[in-house]
């Protein structure tokens, strides 16, 4: 499930409804939804809504009373944002069917449950995890606190923004053998975790083009070996350089791995 | 007679905690290793070591913190290549790293300290400060001839 996808579509559906952020002429509902996607093509745009988000959304013709504050953070891959709406309590109408999930569960429960707030607050991440969100180690899951008076909402991470840069590591997957190019450092695990955690049965992991790994990529190929032992099934490396041999070497995984 | 202190084989970056310039770091000091002569096996494994350092920073120090900064400082002169790493996150108990069981990684699945052991293979000599202010300084040297015996 993509967190941060559906935070960010039921966070524009708060405010497509929000009352305080209604247009002027009309009632266009899908306007911040609208102004959301445009600051993943405009960036200038974006960089004046990050810097000026009252003074900006009121350019675009939204009513926002005084006093009235709007944060926008930009979304990460390291960090998941929760958004909680101020507390309402017994206030919060619900129409019972849940649009986006348990996270809007628990986004609601938040807002009329002070306990199960003040739970949130303090250790976000257990108490995802209890909701049977999977939060990986190295994801940060922070509590973005709407009051009254200031609210968040979250901007896509704009798509083209790393695009020039090639990834870490290169995947493809042939039948029960893996390739991977590339490094397999700690912005490459990320990328790979997912693929090697969920795979049944054995898995050849052929290393010919891997150029570089470090002890973030060690570290999940040990996971990844423990897994599938488990399983009675078998992790296979093959044709590693000399280079990523050496570092197997140098930390002790030659008595782990047959390499 | 003293020489006068030459600066011009000394780099200092300042960098975000976020993983995506922890390759753009360590690329650049194994860059200046090779530039300091010292060959491709060990270039490549100082690379490795500068990774391993900005990682323990950006991970356990600053938690993953993308909004804290980091320095890594690099220095050669005949004899030595020297990275340093400083931050003014959390201190980490560097002595108490234990030298990791190999056996037992596959049981307990236990993958931590396994940057710091990597840094003191490949590294001669490795140190941590805690200085007064707040800032750490992980303090990394490699040795022209290879690792010194008679220490």
């Known amino acids: 499930m993509n967190l ?16 305080r952020l209604d247009i002027e002429d009309g009632q266009d509902a899908g306007k911040f939804s609208e102004i959301i996607a445009r600051t993943g093509k405009d960036l200038k745009f974006r960089e004046k809504l990050l810097q000026e988000p009252v003074e900006t959304l009121k350019r675009e013709g939204f009513r926002l009373p005084e006093g009235f504050n709007l944060k926008f953070v ?9 958004p909680l709406l101020p507390f309402m309590g017994d206030d919060l109408q619900t129409d019972g069917k849940s649009r986006f999930s ?29 909701k049977g969100f999977e939060i990986v180690p190295d994801k940060k899951v922070v509590v973005l606190e ?14 083209n923004s790393k695009s020039d840069e090639p990834k870490s590591v290169k ?18 695990v990320d990328q790979v975790r997912d693929i090697f955690l969920k795979w049944e049965g054995s898995l050849n992991l052929d290393l010919e083009k891997l150029d570089y790994i470090s002890s973030a990529g060690l570290g999940l190929l040990l996971m990844t ?16 350089k000399p280079a990523v041999r050496n570092v197997f070497v140098l930390a002790g995984f030659d008595q782990l791995f047959h390499i | 007679m003293r020489k006068a202190i030459k600066v011009s084989n000394k780099i200092e970056m300042t960098l975000p905690a976020d993983v995506q310039f922890i390759e753009l770091a360590a690329k650049c000091v194994s860059k200046m290793a090779r530039m300091a002569g010292f060959g491709n096996d060990d270039a490549f494994n100082i690379e490795l ?39 003014h996150g959390k201190p980490f108990h560097f002595e108490a790293v234990p030298e990791p ?40 040297k490699k040795y022209r001839s290879g690792r010194s015996n008679d220490k």
């Open chain 1, 4 to 19: 941060l996808k559906e935070v960010q579509e039921m966070l524009n559906g708060y405010y497509d409804s929000f009352s």
């Open chain 1, 74 to 82: 930009e979304e990460s891959e390291n960090t998941i944002y929760v």
């Open chain 1, 102 to 130: 348990k996270l809007e569960e628990i986004v609601q429960m938040a807002a009329t449950d002070l306990d199960f707030r003040n739970q949130l607050i303090r250790n976000p991440d257990s108490v995802l995890k209890k």
């Open chain 1, 146 to 159: 709407c009051t009254d008076d200031l609210f968040y909402a979250i901007l896509p991470a704009v798509e």
């Open chain 1, 171 to 188: 995947i493809e997957i042939q039948g029960d053998t893996v390739f991977l190019s590339g490094r397999l450092d700690l912005n490459g």
């Open chain 1, 225 to 240: 070996l423990k897994k599938l032992n488990n399983s009675s099934s078998e992790l296979k490396l093959l044709n590693l």
């Open chain 2, 49 to 87: 070591a500068v990774d391993e350092a900005c990682t323990n920073v950006i991970m356990h120090a600053y938690e993953k913190d993308s909004s804290k900064i980091y320095t890594v400082i690099c220095v050669y002169n005949q004899n030595s290549f020297t990275v340093e790493v400083q931050d």
């Open chain 2, 101 to 140: 069981d190999v056996k037992s990684r596959i049981e307990e699945q236990k993958v931590g300290g396994l940057g710091i052991y990597l840094i003191r293979q490949i590294m001669d000599e490795v140190n941590y400060f805690e200085e007064t202010d707040g800032l750490k300084r992980l303090v990394m």
